[in-house]
């Protein structure tokens, strides 16, 4: 009978992480034995994909950048593909602990996705300005719509399940914070059940964050934005009776 990690696939997306992304192939599978890792490089200009494959990951090269939404549908696929029942996204950079899947795939007893979140009570990752009041207001309102307290709905820390992976395959959305925010009201109107579990993130082992703190307040203001849109979406069943993907 196989273990959970030997059923699991560990994503990474990874755009211009050569710096990083080595250590943290090398770490997953010593940390995570049996499980599978694929670093997908999401249109690297850098050696990203030559370090993960000197580390022993799997890679997929996407000739141009699609961000962590589309680098992740590929991902979902890739283990509908080969066999595999779970997914866990794993950030290239460092900031994300493998020790925490462990804990993740457990909660997928009880759920169809597992958040790994901060502000949970591990760690002591810290936000301010802008970015906090976001992640609040957003955990707020994710928390009444999957009827589950959640506290950090833009974590990119998450395990997938069987019928997680299923859906999200066909209809993970790769649109700017889509991966998070968007991804969490189709899970849920797709009947999925979310719960969450503390993690500590860690430092960039290298490489350059996505958002300065100059980026604060168009971050509040794409991630309305993008709850919006997610709550706009029409329910998949309506979709699908209407001939659309």
């Known amino acids: 009978m196989q273990t959970a990690l030997e059923k699991t696939l560990i994503v990474m997306p990874a755009f211009n992480e050569e710096e990083s992304v080595g250590a943290v192939v090398r770490e997953v599978l010593d940390q995570l034995p049996g499980a599978g890792c694929l670093v997908v490089d999401d249109g690297s200009s850098d050696n990203t994909a030559v370090a993960a494959r000197?580390?022993?990951?799997?890679?997929?090269?996407?000739?141009?950048?699609?961000?962590?939404?589309?680098?992740?549908?590929?991902?979902?696929?890739?283990?509908?593909?080969?066999?595999?029942?779970n997914v866990v996204q794993i950030d290239s950079d460092g900031q994300h602990d493998p020790g925490t899947v462990p804990a993740m795939l457990a909660g997928l007893a009880d759920a169809d996705l597992v958040i790994g979140a901060r502000f949970a009570g591990a760690g002591e990752y810290v936000a301010s300005g802008?970015?906090?009041?976001?992640?609040i207001v957003l955990s707020s309102l994710l928390s009444r719509i999957s009827g589950t307290r959640l506290t950090d709905?833009?974590?990119g820390l998450r395990a997938s399940g069987p019928r997680a992976v299923m859906l999200f395959s066909k209809h993970y959305p790769a649109e700017y914070l889509g991966d998070t925010v968007e991804s969490l009201v189709i899970a849920v109107r797709g009947g999925c059940r979310v719960m969450q579990v503390p993690a500590s993130m860690r430092v960039r082992s290298g490489g350059t964050p996505s958002h300065g703190a100059?980026?604060?307040?168009?971050?509040?203001?794409?991630?309305?934005?993008?709850?919006?849109f997610a709550l706009l979406r029409p329910p998949l069943g309506r979709r699908a009776e209407g001939g659309t993907a």
């Not at 590929?74 to 066999?83: Q, T």
């Not at 980026?215 to 309305?224: F, I």
């Open 54 to 85: 000197a580390a022993g990951a799997l890679v997929a090269v996407l000739p141009i950048n699609l961000g962590v939404g589309g680098a992740m549908r590929l991902g979902f696929r890739y283990a509908l593909e080969h066999g595999y029942s």
């Open 130 to 135: 802008p970015r906090r009041w976001a992640m």
């Open 153 to 155: 709905t833009t974590s």
């Open 214 to 228: 100059g980026k604060s307040a168009v971050y509040l203001g794409r991630a309305m934005i993008a709850l919006l």
